[in-house]
């Protein structure tokens, strides 16, 4: 199976921030790689696919990059509704595995 | 809209069985595969199972393997997870999700609607 390592854990961040979450799979997955938020009580939304595809309706400060094993999430100026937990998750083979997830704190 | 409703969740006993559904509206529930993903209480996502347009096709994780089944009807638009054997490890928000192939021809794809999830509880 695919691992997946996201970094940070955790992140303070404050309003206005540009914040960098880091994912990492254990062998090459290509830019099948996909980006979630999940608020806390809600279902996950999905806010990349295919590494650096923003899905509709997404604001455009979140951006993805990165191919083989190593990819980011970027927000380039964090929103107060931000503040969420992200998780990236692989495509590349099943089973479709998940990160552990990054939770975004208010700083 | 396009929409997601699970039910059938609740408290069981371990070894006892349950019967998740997914209820489908606002899209063509029948082209598209499907899937269900669970969240242990304050713990990440976990990829359960998948199961293509027709059915034909039927993949799991490891850990539901021989355990859980997926199935869907298309005529009702509605997917399922028979689940037996229920173990306290089980327990989870337990996810319905649409998924959808990217459009760059690949045949990979992300979960791109979610329902609210239903929650099963395995405890003695």
């Known amino acids: 199976d695919i691992q997946m390592t996201q970094s940070p854990s955790s992140l303070s961040a404050s309003v206005g921030d540009r914040v960098t979450i880091t994912c990492r799979a254990s062998q090459s997955i290509r830019t099948y790689l996909n980006w979630y938020q999940q608020k806390a009580g809600k279902a996950p939304k999905v806010l990349i696919y295919a590494a650096s595809s923003l899905q509709s309706g997404v604001p455009s400060r979140f951006s993805g990059s990165g191919s083989g094993t190593d990819f980011t999430l970027t927000i380039s100026s964090l929103q107060p509704e931000d503040f969420a937990t992200y998780y990236c998750q692989q495509s590349h083979s099943t089973p479709v595995t998940f990160g552990q997830g990054t939770k975004l704190e208010i700083k | 809209e396009v929409q997601l409703v699970e039910s059938g969740g609740g408290l069981v006993q371990p070894g006892e069985s349950l019967r998740l559904s997914c209820a489908a509206s606002g899209f063509t529930f029948s082209s598209y595969w499907m899937t269900w993903v669970r969240q242990a209480p304050g713990k990440g996502l976990e990829w359960v199972a998948n199961?293509?347009?027709?059915?034909?096709?039927?993949s799991y994780v490891d850990s539901v393997k021989g355990r859980f089944t997926i199935s869907r009807d298309n005529a009702k638009s509605s997917l399922y997870l028979q689940m037996s054997g229920l173990r306290a490890e089980d327990t989870a928000l337990y996810y319905c999700?649409?998924?959808?192939?990217?459009?760059?021809?690949?045949?990979?794809?992300?979960?791109?609607?979610w329902g609210k999830g239903t929650t099963v509880t395995v405890s003695s």
């Open positions: 999700a649409r998924v959808t192939g990217y459009d760059d021809g690949s045949g990979r794809y992300y979960r791109d609607v």
């Open positions: 199961i293509k347009q027709d059915g034909s096709e039927t």
